[in-house]
């Protein structure tokens, strides 16, 4: 049997969804999710504990990388 070695475990999560969401909470789930944000996201960006704010304008360039970096997200 061939395994698949495709990580399925998901890096982040992204909450916050509907028409009108105007801001989405990108949460890190794995130390490897902790580091990419060190790499790509501000200091200065707003936080909820470890969750970062995120507004709807910047959240799809920002999943794009996420993916692009070989991470998962749920």
Same mark, same amino acid.
């Not at 890096?11 to 509907?18: L, Q, T, W």
């Given at each position: 049997?061939?395994?698949?070695?495709?990580?399925? *475990?998901? +890096?982040?999560?992204?909450?916050?969804?509907?028409?009108?969401? *105007?801001?989405?909470?990108?949460?890190?789930?794995?130390?490897?999710?902790? +580091?990419?944000?060190?790499?790509? !996201?501000?200091?200065? %960006?707003?936080?909820?504990?470890? %969750?970062?704010?995120?507004?709807?304008?910047?959240?799809? %360039? !920002? %999943?794009?990388?996420?993916?692009?970096?070989?991470?998962?997200?749920?």
């Amino acid at each position: 049997m061939i395994q698949s070695s495709r990580k399925t *475990t998901p +890096d982040f999560s992204i909450e916050g969804e509907g028409r009108f969401c *105007t801001v989405y909470l990108l949460r890190p789930l794995t130390p490897a999710a902790f +580091d990419w944000i060190e790499e790509h !996201i501000p200091e200065d %960006a707003q936080r909820l504990g470890a %969750a970062i704010a995120v507004e709807h304008s910047y959240i799809g %360039a !920002i %999943a794009e990388g996420i993916v692009a970096d070989g991470l998962v997200l749920a």
